[in-house]
């Protein structure tokens, strides 16, 4: 027997949450397939129409118009009369010249969306992880790409600039530094303010090259090393650390007492990241981040505010202050290193 529902009654559950799940996939399908057959390079700087773009491509002409048309409703597109040309979102972060363009951040996400069609063959115990090993050289562009588009740094800098110990401080620890346009933000907004940016010896040269076009001089100190194998050095007024404390507990906690060492009595430590909720069900971003990344790094790891303040705690720090994205982004932590 087939179960029917009444067609007089509606069910109890309102079924928008599941529709929103399938029809941003549709949607991020659509844009998958306009980034890899080129169309926002093809488009770049003009105007073409349907069978300019099909003959581009060796696409179906009909296909092709319809398939424009989307692109238009999502706003990547604009059309005017029968042309097509980027649209102001699609000139920003999907133009290849364009400072702020994020295709290989984005071919990255899919590449990564990909690997989790498998998933029911990935949960069982055992199941060998993938490979998610990133070239440095393309990490460090994805890292500034995904910073870039989500207005962390500028929002970062902002928030920084308001804490009168910033506006005190003369030198400054950029932790995990990848690209390092943290350190030339918070630079830029305090003149007296040294960075050192502090990063794996193979990360480094592409930082530096980041950091080759802001001309800031012996303002910037880099330093090579892992800070999860050795103590870090120097001493400094303030520290900053964003997206880098991704690993199981025990391994975290050593590098916050290496950071207690070299942070002045009352000193500030500014933490960027994914925290979960007690329940680790909330936000709902961070939960899907730690998923995600769990399925091809076994030991990837997002932690409790609570369990991050229990371990600053532990290793000589206050924290003093906690600031949540509107947007359900990362969280920043303020936290003062205690005196003596």
Not at 139 to 154: E, H, K, N
Not at 181 to 191: G, T
Not at 285 to 305: C, E, G, K, N
Not at 325 to 334: H, K
Request: aromatic share 10%; glycine share 6%; with cysteine.
């Amino acid at each position: 027997m087939i179960s029917v529902p009444d067609p007089g009654k509606k069910p109890r559950q309102n079924a928008a949450p599941l529709d929103r799940l399938i029809s941003g996939y549709e949607r991020a399908m659509l844009l998958r397939a306009a980034l890899s057959c080129g169309l926002f390079k093809l488009l770049a700087g003009k105007e073409m129409s349907t069978a300019q773009v099909a003959a581009a491509l060796g696409w179906d002409r009909l296909k092709t118009g319809v398939f424009l048309d989307a692109l238009a409703a999502l706003t990547l597109l604009q059309k005017k009369e029968k042309h097509y040309c980027l649209s102001p979102l699609a000139q920003c972060f999907l133009d290849p010249k364009s400072p702020y363009c994020t295709q290989e951040l984005l071919e990255l996400k899919f590449t990564r969306i990909a690997g989790l069609s498998a998933l029911p063959h990935k949960m069982c115990k055992g199941a060998a992880a993938a490979s998610d090993a990133v070239e440095p050289s393309l990490f460090t562009r994805v890292m500034a790409q995904s910073a870039l588009w989500q207005g962390s740094i500028a929002a970062l800098a902002r928030l920084m600039a308001r804490d009168p110990a910033f506006r005190r401080a003369g030198s400054l620890l950029d932790l995990g530094c990848s690209h390092g346009l943290y350190s030339v933000a918070l630079c830029r907004l305090n003149p007296r303010l040294t960075a050192t940016v502090f990063d794996r010896p193979e990360v480094l040269p592409y930082t530096k090259q980041y950091l080759a076009k802001f001309a800031l001089g012996r303002r910037i100190i880099f330093q090579a090393g892992d800070f999860y194998r050795r103590p870090i050095g120097g001493q400094y007024d303030l520290a900053l650390a964003s997206h880098v404390f991704y690993r199981p507990l025990e391994q975290v906690e050593p590098v916050y007492r290496s950071l207690a060492r070299v942070i002045v009595p009352g000193g500030v430590l500014y933490l960027q990241h994914h925290y979960l909720d007690d329940s680790r069900t909330a936000p709902a971003q961070a939960a899907l981040f730690h998923f995600t990344r769990l399925v091809v790094v076994p030991s990837f790891y997002v932690s409790t505010l609570s369990e991050t303040a229990t371990q600053l705690k532990g290793a000589g720090f206050i924290l003093t202050r906690v600031f949540r994205s509107r947007r359900g982004g990362a969280t920043v932590l303020r936290a003062v290193r205690k005196d003596g």
